[in-house]
């Protein structure tokens, strides 16, 4: 599977971005998919993730700022981001686990290993 991210770019502090990763094909029918960060000169941070049942799971930072969604028809997976800080400057990846894993886990836990990544798309969020 391969999975391609777009919608990122420059904004200004309190704007918003949409974010779409279309994946290459169908994929296992239980999955969970989400998105994570990685800013200059730090770690990988999970942002949001759904998961096989539909269950989401967002960051501390981004909760009720960011909305993540699916259209399975579509095979595209999205994250609305409002009231963008410039903290959020950073490059955002996509990514899919196939399996029934809660959201949560897959957002916290979850090593990266045994899944599929994207290019990732930069976010620049000015002050």
């Known amino acids: 599977v391969q999975l391609v991210e777009s919608g990122g770019g420059s904004v200004q502090a309190v704007g918003s971005l949409r974010l779409s990763c279309a994946a290459s094909?169908?994929?296992?029918?239980?999955?969970?998919m989400g998105w994570f960060l990685q800013a200059p000169g730090k770690g990988r941070e999970g942002v949001a993730s759904?998961?096989?049942?539909?269950?989401?799971s967002y960051s501390a930072s981004v909760k009720g700022r960011f909305t993540i969604s699916k259209d399975n028809a579509k095979r595209t997976l999205y994250l609305e981001m409002n009231n963008l800080k410039p903290e959020a400057t950073a490059i955002y990846y996509c990514?899919?686990?196939?399996?029934?894993?809660?959201?949560?886990?897959?957002?916290?836990?979850?090593?990266?290993?045994?899944?599929?990544w994207g290019q990732g798309t930069q976010v620049i969020v000015s002050s």
């Open positions: 990514a899919l686990k196939g399996g029934r894993y809660a959201s949560s886990w897959f957002l916290h836990l979850w090593t990266g290993r045994d899944g599929y």
């Open positions: 094909r169908h994929t296992h029918s239980d999955h969970c």
């Open positions: 759904v998961d096989y049942d539909g269950s989401t």
